[in-house]
Nanobody
Framework: QVQLVESGGGSVQAGGSLRLSCTVS????????MAWFRQAPGTEREGVAS????????YYTDSVKGRFTISQGNAYNVVYLDMNSLKPEDTAMYYC????????????????????WGRGTQVTVSS
């Protein structure tokens, strides 16, 4: 059974940076879609970024474009989310998720398309 474990969260001041890591217990086929979601208290889970087949396609929600970068390790068993110029509104629990190839949609990603989830790592950005 595939398991996802997130790490790298923490507390930073606005303008700071963090790197989140998602370790996959079983190397995924390169055709899987991997994604990061986030959820703040009282809000719906939001798709932040995704990376598709072989790492050739990526998606970012508008609010993080130019600040966040999603990438994969060479063996496709680690997914990173580099977060720069962090803002207080980025504060949330961040979740790693694994889907199928179709889960990586150019127009956005939906939690409903992802079957495997990590437990999350908290990111707190203070002003």
């Amino acid at each position: 059974q595939v398991q996802l474990v997130e790490s790298g969260g923490g507390s930073v001041q606005a303008g700071g940076s963090l790197r989140l890591s998602c370790t996959v217990s079983v190397s995924p086929y390169s055709s899987n879609c991997m994604a990061w979601f986030r959820q703040a208290p009282g809000t719906e889970r939001e798709g932040v970024a995704s990376i598709g087949t072989g790492g050739r396609t990526t998606y970012y929600t508008d609010s993080v474009k130019g600040r966040f970068t999603i990438s994969q390790g060479n063996a496709y068993n680690v997914v990173y989310l580099d977060m720069n110029s962090l803002k207080p509104e980025d504060t949330a629990m961040y979740y790693c998720a694994r889907g199928e190839t179709y889960s990586c949609r150019s127009g956005g990603i939906s939690p409903a398309d992802f079957r495997v989830w990590g437990r999350g790592t908290q990111v707190t950005v203070s002003s």
